[in-house]
């Protein structure tokens, strides 16, 4: 019975994408739609943020297995480390020639 008073008072958050249950006038269900499709492009088209928001996931990821595992860990930036390397040396090499 809590949750059915609860549910009678409080709104269901809504998205920024998304568009409210019961609006009854036409021109407010056009703008909020309109508003809800300019949210989702914006969201879809700012590859900036995508990128930065993988970036994060990735780092935070990253800080969780150094928690985890300190030992494989530096092993894995060593072993980057001689990759990267080996890798510079090769076309400073290659380019020398």
């Known amino acids: 019975m809590d949750s059915d008073v609860r549910n009678s008072r409080t709104p269901i958050p809504v998205p920024r994408t998304g568009v409210p249950l019961g609006i009854t006038d036409p021109v407010e269900q ?3 739609e309109l508003k809800a499709a300019l949210a989702a492009i914006e969201v879809k088209a700012n590859v900036p943020r995508r990128v930065g928001d993988a970036v994060e996931d990735k780092v935070a990821k990253a800080r969780e297995f150094r928690r985890r595992e300190p030992g494989l860990a530096a092993a894995a930036v060593v ?3 001689a990759v990267i390397g080996t890798a510079v040396w090769a ?3 290659a380019y020398a020639r």
Do not use: I
């Open 91 to 93: 076309l400073v090499r």
């Open 30 to 32: 056009a703008r909020a």
């Open 79 to 81: 072993g980057a480390a």
